[in-house]
């Protein structure tokens, strides 16, 4: 199979508990799925790169935007429970929108020498889109997984996939995605 990775955004408490600061009720709705595409990954050898907000103070820029949230440390910077990485996966740390922006991301995916990055996660009108578009524009081949994307507002929602199709790359379901994988063997 290709050299490929998943990358999962912020599917930490701070959103996805009912006791989280900026938590995002319809957000859980993509738990399963991106359970289902995580544990599809490790058997198929696909990095699975957790790609989480970790905030230290009120002059981290989305701190400045949204308050201080997600402190780095905190069980609200943890990802859920139902999604816990385990040895082997990646967890890079961010402070903004875009997860290319001041992290690791780009020099572990070309240390590793993968081209082709899937996207699933949570604030498919920010941190999604921003980090599919900062990937598309790094040379990355981007699938965004449309069934393991949302966001709390779904105007933005809709708005955004329309522009992953015309302008990131591909946007698939997660069974096409895991399909495609399977036929890059």
């Known amino acids: 199979m ?13 959103y996805l508990r009912s006791d989280g600061l900026v938590y995002c009720e319809q957000c859980k709705e993509i738990i399963p799925i991106i359970s289902d595409c995580i544990n599809f990954a490790r058997k ?5 790169i957790y790609l989480n907000t ?15 949230h997600a ?7 943890q990802v859920i429970e139902e999604l816990k990485p ?15 922006f001041n992290t690791t991301l780009d020099s572990e995916l070309k240390y590793r020498e ?38 709390g507002y779904k105007p933005n929602h809709e708005s955004r996939l329309r522009f992953f199709k015309t302008h990131t ?4 379901s997660s069974a096409e995605w895991k399909n495609k994988m399977n036929k890059n063997v």
């Open 2 to 14: 290709k050299k490929s990775a998943i990358i999962v955004i912020d599917m930490l408490n701070e």
């Open 44 to 48: 198929n050898n696909i990095l699975v």
């Open 54 to 68: 970790a905030l230290n103070n009120e002059k981290d820029i989305l701190a400045k935007k949204w308050g201080l």
């Open 71 to 77: 402190v780095a440390g905190s069980v609200g910077a």
């Open 86 to 100: 385990v040895e082997g996966d990646l967890v890079i740390k961010k402070k903004s929108y875009n997860g290319f």
């Open 114 to 151: 993968i081209k082709d990055i899937a996207i699933t996660g949570i604030h498919t009108h920010v941190c999604v889109l921003l980090t599919a578009v900062g990937g598309f524009e790094l040379g990355y081949n981007v699938t965004t997984i449309e069934d393991a994307i949302t966001t």
């Open 169 to 172: 790359g591909d946007l698939v």
